[in-house]
């Protein structure tokens, strides 16, 4: 994967990319002794959504991967996630759901949204290892965790996980979302998050708000 290529985090832009897609992934950790150039997780599942300038869902996409050095799913991720050995070993490989996938985003300039930096460095480290073909992959990326930890008060936690911040305004996961810790669940509650930002234009919290204008999303702190 060439410098140019690598995808680099930055502000969610709706003017300059005619689609939002919402990204989420489910891992299971690589035993110490088949860990492989860094890879210490590998990707099990992918949920995605594709919403439009304004936020309106275009499609989803969910599928199950298949693992190359993790055998199984751990009973800690399969009590979380709800996926099961067979779900993964019936799945096809990486190479082929990315390649699935980008077919799936089309054409269009597409910028990927996720809750955290996690995704991206998963997909990053694991198609390195894999040696798997992201040139067609978008390569504008943003953390929608980043804007709304900049305006709860997380106190000494860091980041603000994805089901605190649905609680806090108003969106739960019920039966049109799917259950928390499924790729497709977490990515439909995440693009909520993300059209709460453009309908409201000011979304407020305890320590700052989340300015949405022009098509750009930006936070400004409030006072303490």
Known sequence: MSAEKTPCI????????????????????????????????????VGAVKLDYHGNVMGEFSQFVQTEFTEGVAFSVRELTGISAVDTAMADPLYMVIKRLS???????????????????????????????????????????????????VGSHGCVSLSDAATWFGIEFDESTGHAHSALADARVTAKLLKLCMEKKDVRGSTGTIHYDAGQIRFEAGER
């Open 10 to 45: 930055s502000a969610i832009d709706t003017t300059n990319f005619a689609r939002q897609i919402v990204l989420d992934f489910e891992f299971a950790p690589v035993p110490k002794q088949r860990q492989r150039r860094g890879l210490r997780n590998e990707i099990i599942e």
């Open 103 to 153: 077919d799936w985003i089309g054409r269009y300039s597409a910028q990927v949204v996720c809750w955290s930096g996690a995704d991206r460095r998963q997909l990053l480290t694991e198609c390195q290892a894999k040696h798997i073909d992201l040139s067609a992959f978008p390569t504008d990326w943003a953390d929608l965790q980043a804007f709304y930890t900049s305006i709860m008060d």
